[in-house]
């Protein structure tokens, strides 16, 4: 009897899906070894493709990361933004359904990968540090401020600096999920939900900017929250 034949191995067989699965690789591996550790080899390898392979779509380990970048975050900020302005909601609705495609974000294990290497090892590499800035931070803030600016436009929120308080919505999401993941050490938020904490953060952000936040009765944040 004739053996069949071993099956192709999954890059070979979807040839499409490779530069994806390279990029998926490699968030795991620069997770894991650090930027300067991190070999091609390694990437190669998790993704199931030779090193070559690599080559065919990225010239360098430097040109990797920032696609890595753009394609798995930078496009899912893009995306989250059209969703959350496609529609004729409120800013206060749209505020809400964008933070929650961030804080879905920030509690991934990808961004704890991210995160790792932004506040470590990324300040060794300047153009790669102001390059993850501008394509993640800076666009959920500018993401955010856009938000806003629409808000202050139909009244819904006060007169402010729009890229003041959106960076201070994106400091409460990032360090709340920081906190979150480590929650078993972290009493604050050790008997709360994820749910919970967006609520919260939510309640306390509105709070601050819309107009009539002295005389509602309450954010509609924490409903928001727990229908999602």
Known sequence: MIAAPP??????RLPEARPRQILDAAIDVFGESGLAAARLED??????????????????????????????????????????????????????????SVWQHVRSPMFEKLHRLSIGELRNFPALLEFFQRE???RNVHAIAGIVRHGIATGEFREMDEMESARMLQALIISHGVWCAQREQNGLVAHLTDEEVLAQLLDFFLGAVRKDAGSRPASPASSAVNKA
């Open 7 to 12: 099956e192709e191995p999954r890059w070979r």
């Open 43 to 100: 990437i190669a390898k998790r993704a199931g493709v030779s090193k070559g392979t690599i080559y065919l779509y990225f010239s360098n380990k430097e040109t990797l990361f920032c696609e890595m970048i753009r394609q798995l975050v930078g496009d899912t900020i893009i995306q989250a933004q059209a969703r959350a302005v496609a529609t004729s909601a409120s800013a206060v609705d749209q505020l809400i359904d964008y933070a929650h």
């Open 136 to 138: 993640v931070p800076g």
